[in-house]
């Protein structure tokens, strides 16, 4: 198994693995510092959310401290300030997706708000009864909701790429699924329950081919490996700074320019204008069409500062780190006779989901939770993935770079206890 | 660990392994789902009734020790209870489990629902062992729909 960071070429276990110390980065999380339930803190839950290194927190509180106002209306020097920070961090957006104009990255809440976002106004102003969005079988609830919602509205059809039995996309099922009645394929890059690494580039150049754009959901991808909207030519990109080490209610979608701009607004309101009167409104151009209202300002700077923070690691080194920590936890976990691992994909990000032998994932988690790790229990937003392997939910461990050798063996210790307790 | 045995007690981790009536019942007079949308816990619950008095209760359905061995308990507990007497039960459970009621005053009626006193620990655990009751206590009050934790 190995952690893909690109389509094209997989990284090997890099020789940087070792330069990657895990240790000295701990040192820039505050949150790790702290004992749960008179235990260190073993965090494993980072596909959920991710700590935030000191400068997000810093940034965050001087902002508020020192250069806070509200934005694009005020001729006063903070309003101005804020200004030039908010707007900076949409550069600092744009050049960490490769984006190729600061005007093809909208500031949302999340991902589920930019997934929510292009199903309102690209759904709504494309789909016909008849027509068809094409999602997989491995989607967050994030990615089929939105589209579900949308559909029933216009008569269109969800229809979605089946998954084997590793968790892998069939992916020969997909080319004859497109037609012209297909408007979009909206497809997860990194599976959050399983960990699975889609091969998003292949699946853009197949819809492509048909002449159908594709929206990635990169809320897992992003903080795994590099991410190059212009080398994917994906058309929507959608992230969520939380889980990529920056504030809560801060994400982003990337759009190729010709397309937002064809895209009716999403919200009404304040700064998505140009001019208004009871006659006629005109709206104001990309992006701030789609930012109604006085946005999560201090929000898009964390993410900024998060970003930064994020890019100034060795990306391949923490990328070879987390697929170690995957291989190890792997290995360990699965030496354990009762436990099963829950996605087996040839690549993988480093997410593990299991199942154990006649214990509910409720009561793994509970147990852990006592031993001071924080691991996920329940369907992860992804019901269609349990009832695919027939189960009603699973304990998942997602590592971060941050994550230590120590923390799997902690892990491989606490289920071992919790077998204790079952037999 | 002092608190996961407080939790999983050994009646209760018995009651999981092993659910006393757990199966479907053809001739029941009331079927009811309960549903915990957060883990995915789900069971059907059935009751018959005689006159006034429960006469059979049984379960099937999937979710985690707390929640299986609630049901399971509750199955056994309220075999032959009256209705009032069920609400009474349901009352004083609901109660221990969020720590409202201490269930060192009422052991003697409690029986083997005083297991459960540990969960009031344990918060987040604190509907896996309500559902059944919450479920159990909507057929009571002649629900048809399912009933949630939500």
Redesign the interface.
Same mark, same amino acid.
């Given at each position: 198994m190995s952690t893909m960071w690109n389509d094209k070429a997989p990284v090997a276990a890099a020789p940087s693995a070792a330069a990657f110390d895990a240790w000295r980065v701990r040192a820039d999380f505050p949150a790790l510092r702290q004992t749960v339930r008179g235990r260190p803190l073993i965090y494993l839950d980072n596909a959920a959310s991710t700590h935030k290194p000191k400068v997000v927190i810093d940034t965050v509180a001087r902002f508020y401290s020192e250069e806070y106002s509200n934005v694009h209306r005020g001729v006063h020097y903070l309003s101005q300030l804020a200004t030039d920070l908010y707007e900076d961090a949409r550069r600092t957006a744009q050049q960490f997706l490769n984006a190729r104009r600061e005007e093809e990255i909208v500031f949302v809440r999340g991902t589920t708000e930019a997934i929510n976002l292009v199903a309102q106004t690209f759904g709504r102003s494309k789909l016909g009864p008849g027509d068809e969005i094409i999602v997989s079988a491995i989607e967050h609830h994030a990615n089929i909701v939105p589209w579900q919602m949308i559909c029933r509205e216009k008569g269109a059809t969800l229809r979605v790429i089946p998954i084997d039995e590793h968790g892998e996309l069939i992916l020969d099922a997909f080319e004859p699924m497109l037609s012209e009645r297909t408007k979009l394929v909206s497809i997860v890059h990194v599976s959050n329950a399983l960990g699975t690494v889609n091969p998003v580039k292949e699946i853009i150049e197949i819809a492509h081919r048909h002449g159908v754009p594709v929206l990635v959901d990169g809320a897992q991808s992003v903080q795994h490996m590099p991410v190059d909207v212009q080398e994917l030519d994906c058309d929507f990109f959608a992230l969520s700074g939380h889980k990529i080490y920056g504030p809560t209610g801060i994400g982003v979608l990337y759009g190729k320019k010709a397309l937002l701009d064809d895209m009716p607004p999403y919200q009404g309101g304040g700064d998505m204008i140009l001019s208004v009167s009871f006659e006629r409104t005109v709206y104001n151009d990309v992006p701030f069409k789609f930012e109604a209202g006085t946005p999560n300002i201090a929000g898009a700077i964390g993410l900024a500062a998060a970003l930064k923070y994020f890019r100034s690691l060795d990306i391949a080194a923490i990328a070879a780190h987390e697929n170690e920590l995957l291989e190890y936890a792997t290995r360990k976990l699965e030496a354990i006779d009762a436990l099963r691992i829950i996605g087996t994909a040839t690549h993988k990000a480093s997410v593990i989901s299991f199942t154990l032998c006649?214990?509910?994932?409720?009561?793994i988690g509970?147990?852990l939770d !006592?031993h001071g790790i924080a691991v996920r229990?329940?369907?992860h937003c992804a !019901?269609p993935v349990?009832q695919h392997f027939g189960i009603?939910?699973t304990a998942r461990a997602s590592f971060s770079f941050y994550n230590t050798m120590e923390d799997v063996d902690a892990l491989a210790h606490g289920i071992e206890?919790v077998l204790e307790?079952?037999t | 660990?002092d608190?996961?045995?407080d $939790?999983?007690q050994e009646v209760i $981790?018995d009651h999981n392994?092993h659910p006393r009536n757990f199966h479907k019942m053809e001739n029941a007079d009331s079927t009811l789902d309960g549903y915990n949308p $957060? %883990? /995915?816990?789900?069971y059907t619950f059935y009751l018959r009734f005689d006159g006034d008095v429960i006469a059979e209760v049984s379960f099937e359905g999937? /979710? %985690?020790?707390?929640s299986?061995a609630s049901a399971s308990i509750m199955s056994a507990i309220l075999k032959g209870k009256k209705r009032d007497e069920a609400e009474r039960l349901f009352e004083l459970f609901t109660g221990i489990v969020t720590g409202r009621i201490a269930a060192e005053e009422h052991i003697a009626e409690l029986g083997k629902l005083a297991a459960f006193a540990g969960v009031a620990e344990?918060p987040?655990?604190v509907k %896996?062992a309500t559902l059944p009751w919450h479920t159990m206590h909507g057929a009571l009050q002649g629900e048809n729909d399912k009933v949630s934790t939500e």
């Open positions: 006649a214990v509910h994932p409720h009561d509970t147990i !006592q229990a329940g369907h !019901q349990m009603p939910a206890s307790v079952f | 660990m608190e996961i045995r $939790l999983y $981790l392994k $957060l %883990c /995915g816990d789900h999937s /979710g %985690c020790a707390i299986k344990f987040v655990r %896996c």
